[in-house]
């Protein structure tokens, strides 16, 4: 079945280090990706997203890369700062489908 | 990025009761809205899409006679948890999408 998952559950960085938080999926048919960051206690909260017609999209200091041949998705935070730990998650859907599918989540910890 | 907000942020009710869970899009009108359940350290389970002036869709294994679903308008969704049980206790988060999904900060649920 459908299932989106990541490699590491849990990521320790040193402050100021860039961050690699890495996520496969399985359906071929997703064709919409999107990583969310949630602090304990709260809501997940939306970082970046990116369609299958592209293979790299950036934002304020994150990246996210796709790599559709080998359904990979990865988020790349640069000069990662204490206020970055979170758990993050990836989804997927595709097109005509509103629904989400969730990884399993990553925690990043900061090292001070 | 869209806002949408749930109440009560937490709520502790004793074994047997009913505890209704708002979520509300603010700045934006849904006609689709999502309720996902949430265990400690575990990934967003979708429990069902919430349509506006129609049923809601239930995922696999979640019982529609337990957790009631009213969308009467296109800010508005409410997830009535019925008979609740300490096995209800969980975090209980909404989203809706304007384009992508946005989620409300979630209610702490408590079932003593």
């Known amino acids: 079945g459908e299932s989106v998952g990541l490699h590491l559950p849990t990521l320790s960085v040193q402050e100021g280090d860039n961050s690699i938080i890495n996520c496969a999926y399985s359906?071929?048919?997703?064709?919409?990706f999107i990583w969310y960051k949630q602090e304990s206690g709260k809501g997940p909260q939306f970082i970046i997203d990116?369609?299958?017609?592209?293979d790299k999209r950036q934002g304020q200091r994150v990246t996210v890369l796709l790599n559709k041949t080998v359904k990979h998705l990865s988020l790349q935070i640069a000069a990662t700062q204490p206020g970055d730990s979170a758990v993050y998650f990836c989804?997927?859907?595709?097109?005509?489908?509103?629904?989400?599918?969730f990884g399993q989540g990553t925690r990043l910890t900061i090292n001070p | 990025g869209a806002v949408v907000s749930q109440h009560p942020s937490r709520v502790i009710c004793k074994s047997g009761t009913s505890v209704k869970i708002e979520c509300r899009s603010l700045?934006?009108?849904?006609?689709?809205m999502f309720w996902y359940r949430q265990f400690p350290k575990q990934s967003l389970m979708l429990m069902a899409t919430?349509?506006?002036?129609?049923?809601?869709?239930?995922e696999q294994g979640v019982e529609k006679d337990k957790f009631l679903i009213n969308h009467a308008s296109l800010t508005l969704s409410t997830l009535t948890v019925t008979s609740a049980h300490p096995e209800d206790s969980s975090f209980y988060i909404c989203?809706?999408?304007?384009?992508?999904?946005?989620f409300g900060p979630g209610t702490r649920l408590l079932v003593l």
């Open positions: 359906n071929s048919a997703s064709d919409y």
């Open positions: 990116i369609r299958s017609n592209m």
């Open positions: 989804a997927e859907t595709h097109q005509g489908a509103q629904k989400l599918v």
């Open positions: 919430s349509n506006e002036g129609s049923k809601a869709t239930y």
């Open positions: 989203s809706a999408s304007p384009k992508t999904q946005y």
């Open positions: 700045d934006f009108q849904a006609t689709t």
